[in-house]
């Protein structure tokens, strides 16, 4: 018999081939009234700028990328550096700095200060946003609650040298002890708790800002949190806060100094921690600078013959020692063995491989002033010279000192960056092979990390420490018995008294001499072995100019930035 | 219609036939029916073939290779696979203090051009040493280095140093050498910072250098071989390149195998094992147990996985020295077994309808007849097919973690972890990335699809239809 | 019908209950404190700190006020911007998450829905080995290197063309989305497309569509009203999880693009040990999971008529 059954594949091939056809049109075109249903809900949310190209000459607008965006903007409280960039931008303090990094009139027109205290007259024609003009008592009002324990300021230490101040942030004192005084809308007495030599260099800090007291208690706690909750005083003021979608800044123009302002916008549409992401949005003509590279990015860089620029970050950053009796590190023998291995030539050079790093060779930094020069030319940093068999005889004795068999097993505390991670394996390699001690890795993040450190939970661990403000006593108060942040509790009498005699002492000479003194020990004692001194390279659109880069203050800078036509 | 015509012929007898049943083939069994169609799936069979190699490449793999993983060469960074190389011997490193010149005033405006750059000795992989001549009026001088010319645009390249002291007029590059051709730019600076116009710029070769006591702790020349200045040696031979710490590649796959696959295989392991455990328990049971049992399970399933998985994570924390290892293992039994006791239990349920049980039951057998003969072995498939599929998707959820940083803790290579590192130096180093990403997804794809093919053999309504 | 969609209901709000437990739980046995900051902080600061974060409590308390707020809608304020209460947070960065997911779920479903139908039609001609091959990409490429690829090839793209096509990073317009969720998508349209073949083949083999032929009905007919029907089921159930997948897994694409979205803010929170932003974000991703799977499992029940609810 006939095979009569139809063959149902071909023609359901080909009608279904019709249908999916027809299917797919109606799903594009479903699809295309969803992309605009969407597109209309996240214009609420977005950055909505993506048109704007990385320098506008036309209209002075600048694009830039920020890695994370400030979680909020009330001085009293900021304590990153993208929040301290920020404000550099929209608030003004006393004294700010210049495009040559020195500290020049901000809204004080002129100030006086003598070893009991200090006293600043205020400019006439300085405003906030609103009109109203800029008052001493903004001043008082802002350090008074930085100070108050209720505000929980962690930064409130740097306003310590004021009269009582340290005493109304621990309780023991009320808040109106505070050596602070508006003797009139233009005038601002200060008085200090001892004589200090660099507080000019404090009242730049962003804590010192001025808050309006009428409009900060308006904000019902909010002061600080978005566009609205804000007043400035500044070069730019703040249009569009987007939480980590975007934010905006244009040029303030009741700016007592507006003609020094160049730009009209700055606009800031990307936030990421992709270094690769911010590159490609570089290639792609969105942003004006990428602020950090990575080594491997350089190669990239290099091919597309962009300009490239270095810039140290004013860092130092070293390994750290648990000076407990009961651990290892303790040991002087060990210590020693360790740093007569330690090369930081060869961690800046083969590990971290990027420009701008200097290998590091003393707690005080190459940038640091001292009498009339560079600290560094007028007191070099002892030398180290590298010896294998040395250390290996150290070592012994360590072994002896301590009654160990064995090198000890030792742990390192680093953080969770890819950068701590390799550091950590080549220090692990390092000790390994030269000396045969263990290193276990211990990479906590960041709070854990502290945690860790403050519990003294660790025996070595890779530390860093920026300036607070432009004075070898930032650093070297760091190894002092008294400070929180000595993590390790290094204890050394000579050196306790060297930084006392550094705070109080109003002589250059003397000051100097003990932060030299200081860095001797500290070499002598092994309280710290430096790695290297941080620096970066960075890519810049090379019609922008006039950008300031800063180890202190608010970095980078473009208050005094412009634009030119044709580089 | 067609036309018959019929004849007596047709109506004779053909044959009797004595035995109508005859056996055409062997009788088998319920696997080795299964074997035999795996065996004929071509592609199930291949990633079989491809799963024993990669199990013995990770177990077997270190005896054959034996560079040890964490040996760090940092004369050789990051190189690409293959390739032999030499060094030649030189002396050990030794600090030099640079070359100093008397500075003279200048009374011009701009600041003068570099006129001559040199190199103080033969430049090498150790160090290349440059000296200008002093410019006049120059308050400091800016060292650069590219390794493309600058000659077009005067692209100069990264920005090695920033002298402050006019009186030094030399320059020690330690920074990343490796063998290939450098152009170096000196250009003077005034005293507001200000670069000269005009430069000059040095193409410099360096040669890759290795230090005698270096060649000889690194095994590659006989102690007793003497070793003079300016002989050739090759060094350690990669053959799969080297990572960002001159860490044999090869090797550290190895390892990072071992550890990928560990987890890979152990995780999904203990949490089917648990599974199976409690969902026939659910599924015998029934009743008011299996739905409080099976409430449970549902809870566990709905917290959401890789948010746990963070969280304990950082909940367990990981001490010094340790891996990291078990504390994912455990996070990922605790997330999956929900899963696995669902379906068991779905089995359990379904077979427990069958008719066969049912029949057996009449035949007289009892409880613990059943479970082993009849339920354990027809969940045994979708058991291994769930093993086999669980496995690349554990490899995934560990590659994943390590890639966001919440993986196993350095110095344990895995390959997620690699990756994570690989895709840092994509550009310039794509075998870093390259390299481990291959391995997980030919591991990927071979269990998926011999799990495709597991489940296509072990599947008893299709062989019902053979 | 409603019964049983009340008892859903009913359970979901229990999960919830159960996941912001488990959160609590894991978050309180986390070592390292939450109120750490660099500069270390003196005891008056630190007081006040606890007080207004409510660590001065013994534990039981701590959860008793913890699920009280919860109820409210309330999650707190966030530690690290301490402005910004942890509602504002996911108001404002879930939508972006959520447009992300919704883009890749369409992209994944419209893509695996046609791929499946259109390999299981041309079984083994050329079609469905290209389609196949592409498939065994998608699912066995981890994520990470697709993502970070596609912004090479798109930065590519647009050095090629001389202007900019598509926007290689960042958030705001139609155009920002595209790449981003498609990326995103591709693991789970694999995935679909796989699951869509095989359902159709067995489907075709069904004994209901040889009756649905032997009684006359036009191909067409059969394949859109029964084969199409019948196997988008399986596709529906899977859904479900693959929402939950795409949400989470949604972080890379969002640190590759830099897209604010809620996955990014949960790992920085994570990293910041900020406790409230950790156990609202938890809680909130659990709910809507939760939520999620049983608008999917009734969806389920309304197009499959044969599914006699429990």
Redesign the interface.
Known sequence: MPNTIPDVSNSLTRSASFQLVWLGIAATLGFALLMVLLSWASALTGSGSSTLNAIDAESGTLTLQLSTEPPQLDSTRATDSVSIMILGHVMEGLLRFDANNQLVPGVAERWEIREDGATFWLREDARWSDGLPVTAHDFSFAWHTALAPETASEYAFILYPLKNAEAINTGTLPSDALGVRAVNDRVLEVEFEQPLAYFEELVAFPTYNPIREDFYRNRDGRYGADVEDLLYNGPFEMTVWVHGAHLRLEKNTDYWDRERVRLNVIDIPYFTTDTTAALNLYKDGQIAIVDYLGAEQLDEVLQQRWELLRFGDGSVWFLAFNFDPGRVTSNWHLRKALQLVTDPSELVNRIIKLPGNLPGESLFPVWLQGIDGFFRQEYPAPQIALDASAAREHLRLAMEELGLDEPPSLALLVDDTPGAGRQAEYFQNLYGTQLGIDIRIDRQIFKQRLAKMQNQDFDIATYGWGPDFADPLTFGELFASWNPNNNGRFSNQEYDQSVRLAQSSLDPRIRMDAFGRQQEILSEEVALIPNYERGRVYIKDRRLQGVVRRAVGPDPDFTNAYIVETP | MTEFSLTAEDFERVSVERRVQTIVRPSLSYWQDAWVRLAANRRALASLYIVIALLLFTVAGPWVWTVDP???D?DQ?STPPGADRRAQIVEPYAPWNGVFATVTESLADTVGATAEIQLVQPASTQAVRLVWAPVLGASGYRVYR???DPAP?G?V??????I?DPRQVSYED????TPTRYWYSVIATDQSGREAEEYTTLAVDTIRVITAAEAQTRGLVDLETPLSLGDEVRVSFHPLGTD??GRDMLARLMYGARVSLFIGIIAPFFFVLTGILYGSAAGFIGGRVDQVLM?FA??VV???????M???K??F?????ESGVVPMLVALVVLSWPATARLVRGQILQIREEAYIGASQLLGAKTHYLILRHMIPNTVGVVLVTLTFAV?TVI?VE??LS???MGV???TPSW?SM???G???????PHE?ILP?VL???T??AF?LLGDGLRDALDARMRSRE | MYAYTLKRLIQGVITVWFIATATFVAMHSVPGDPLLNERGVNEEIRRNLEERYGFDRPIFDQYLIYMANMAKGDFGISFTQQNRSVNDIIREHFPVSATLGVLAIVFAGLGGVLWGALTALYRNRLPDVIVMFLVILGISVPSFVIAALSQLALVGLNDLVGFSVLPVAGWGSILHMLIPSLVLGLGTMAFLTRLMRSSMLEIVNADFIRTAYSKGLPPTRVFIKHQLRNAILPVITVLGPAIAAITTGGFVVELVFAIPGLGRFFVQAVQQLDYTVIMGTTVFYGAFLVFMVIAVDLIYGLVDPRVRLE
Do not use: K, W
């Open positions: 964490t040996a760090q940092l960074l590219n390794v493309y645009d692209a390249g990264l920005p090695l140093a920033e402050y330690l920074l990343d050498l960002y710490l409430r549902d809870f709905a917290l959401p996985f890789l948010l746990f963070i969280l304990f950082i909940a924390g990981i001490g010094p020295g690349p995934f590659a994943f890639f966001i940083g803790a350095p110095p997620g990756c994570n590192e895709i840092q130096t994509m550009l310039n180093h990335l990403a997980i997804s030919l990927v794809l998926n």
